[in-house]
């Protein structure tokens, strides 16, 4: 089998849409062997973003990275310049905790002080002990009404003052929490936990050319509206130190090269198969002229005999991983919507495409039936067999 040739890499490499429908499984197709069986840690945490696979009823997308960031000073400062984000990012019982506590401390804090002035000053408040001070700082907090023998308390300005300042308080407490609650009950990244990702990628020839393919379906009957996906391509690049009279291996940073979608809207009414083109302008595949390995050792296309080689042995050396993003915007409460989801060498299954999910609804005059039961299920295919993608 020949390889096909390949050039620099180009950042501006293309995906196709393809409209035609496929399906879903549950079976483990066979993987490849990749040169090390170490699973190593992923960027993008794809247990914590889905668990279609234990459980099919809860497909997920939670934004869970493995980033780690150090050496960043004055964190507390920058979490409290933001602080109403930085709490609604709390999870939902930590943020009910928080306010719940902030609650009782200004009920606390406002008996104390109505407590301290009714001992002090007076002003007909009747607060003889701490219990009726308390009391007297929830009524007003709530707006409940007074118990109190003089409503006005003697005239005393220190009562209203103090009273108006409470409430006042109260009002923005309010204001605060039901905010904070409302941004976490209707935050977009529980939307996106109905779109499901294919488990595997595939990647088969059609007539001389090596296509990825990746498969999304939407998991509700309303589905997400203006709807894009985004590809980007993360890895490891190496280069040789020249200035170096031994020729040191230099490893730099991870790089990010966008995967751009053609057609990047897609109707999500169906599921949906992604065609990427592996050629000379796609980040996924070996440059033309050579890379170096983690031993420093050159390493050319050519020592490859077939192209499943030489891009299983590039991805595992550079550590790829594929990172889908889409994102579209619920017709219900018009917030957008983000899911993502990715894929290393162990999730490749080679010459194979997805089985068909979708069948014509017989039953009903019309219309298509998805059978989610085959969604991430694949079959075999040969160079001659026709891909309906493309």
């Keep these: 089998m020949n390889s096909p040739q390949y050039d620099d890499i180009d950042d501006n490499a293309s995906i196709e ?11 483990d197709p066979l993987l490849p062997s990749p040169p090390s069986t170490r699973r190593r840690r992923r960027l993008l945490d794809r247990h914590a973003i889905r668990h279609v696979e234990r459980e099919q009823a809860r497909s997920t997308a939670t ?3 493995s980033t780690s960031f150090r050496h960043m000073r004055q964190t507390v400062l920058w979490w409290w310049n933001d602080w109403f984000h930085t709490l609604a990012y709390q999870k939902t019982t930590t943020l009910i905790t928080y306010l719940f506590i902030t609650y009782v401390t200004l009920v606390l804090t406002f008996a104390g002080l109505y407590y301290t002035l009714s001992r002090t000053i007076g002003c007909e408040m009747d607060l003889h002990v701490l219990m009726e001070a308390l009391y007297f700082s929830l009524s007003t ?6 118990g109190v023998s003089d409503y006005y308390f003697g005239g005393c300005w220190t009562p209203f003052g103090l009273v108006l300042v409470q409430v006042w308080t109260a009002l923005l407490f309010d204001a605060v929490a039901i905010g904070l609650i409302f941004q ?9 936990k109905t779109v499901w990702f294919s488990r595997v990628a595939c990647i088969r020839r059609v007539q001389d050319q090596w296509y990825l393919y990746i498969r999304l379906a939407e998991g509700r009957r309303h589905p997400l509206i203006q709807t894009q996906v985004r590809g980007y391509c993360v ?8 200035a170096s009279p031994n020729h040191t291996l230099q490893t730099t940073h991870f790089v990010t090269r966008p995967v751009r979608w053609l057609e990047s809207h897609v109707w999500m009414r169906l599921p949906q198969v992604l065609v990427h083109a592996l050629d000379a302008t796609s980040p996924l ?14 390493r050319s296309t050519s020592d490859s005999t077939t192209f499943n080689e030489s891009l299983q042995e590039y991805w595992q050396d550079r550590q790829l991983e594929v990172i889908v993003l889409l994102e579209g915007i619920d017709a219900l409460t018009g917030s957008m ?17 997805f089985v068909p999910c979708v069948r014509p609804d017989t039953n009903n005059n019309g219309g298509c039936v998805v059978d989610f039961a085959q969604f ?7 160079e001659d067999t026709p891909c309906p993608y493309l």
Excluded: C, F
């Design 141 to 146: 907090q709530a707006t409940i009404g007074y």
């Design 337 to 353: 919507s983000q899911t993502q989801h990715s894929y290393t060498l162990e999730n490749i299954v080679w010459d194979a495409q």
């Design 184 to 192: 976490r009950l209707s935050r977009g990244h529980k939307r996106g």
């Design 376 to 382: 991430h299920e694949t079959q075999p295919v040969n």
């Design 285 to 298: 595949v070996p440059p033309k002229d050579g890379w170096y390995d983690a031993q420093g050792h050159w």
């Design 17 to 27: 849409t393809d409209t035609n429908i496929s399906a879903v499984m549950w079976t």
């Design 235 to 242: 890895r490891h690049e190496r280069y040789r130190e020249t």
């Design 63 to 65: 934004a869970s990275t």
